[in-house]
Nanobody, 125 residues
């Protein structure tokens, strides 16, 4: 069992930055790829970015390329999402997810076994 707790969300002006954190419990964190997804009001949840078990490989969705950076610290059981140059369209609830131990990193929600409760990010224009 893995429990995920996101933090770091909030209100920021367009062009600003936020750093989200996701702290994981359990002993399998380093064996799982991790991902960030987001869901805006009235829209389906969408893939943002993922990182492999070791952190050596990353996979970015179109919305994140060039502005967001994912990283992880396996010693701290934590994954991070640095978001720069934020836009109002980035406003959403951001979810951290832990992938299957058989996966290498994926944009598909069905490849993730555990999900956090989400943290709200609001970008004002």
């Amino acid at each position: 069992q893995v429990q995920l707790v996101e933090s770091g969300g909030g209100l920021v002006q367009a062009g600003g930055s936020l750093r989200l954190s996701c702290a994981a419990s359990g002993r399998t964190f380093s064996a799982r790829p991790m991902g960030w997804f987001r869901q805006a009001p009235g829209k389906e949840r969408e893939f943002v970015v993922a990182i492999s078990r070791s952190g050596g490989s990353t996979y970015y969705g179109d919305s994140a390329k060039g502005r967001f950076t994912i990283s992880r610290d396996n010693a701290k059981n934590t994954v991070y999402l640095q978001m720069n140059s934020l836009k109002p369209e980035d406003t959403a609830v951001y979810y951290c997810a832990a992938g299957s131990t058989y996966s290498t990193g994926s944009s598909r929600q069905r490849d993730y076994d555990y999900w956090g409760q989400g943290t709200q990010v609001t970008v004002s224009s």
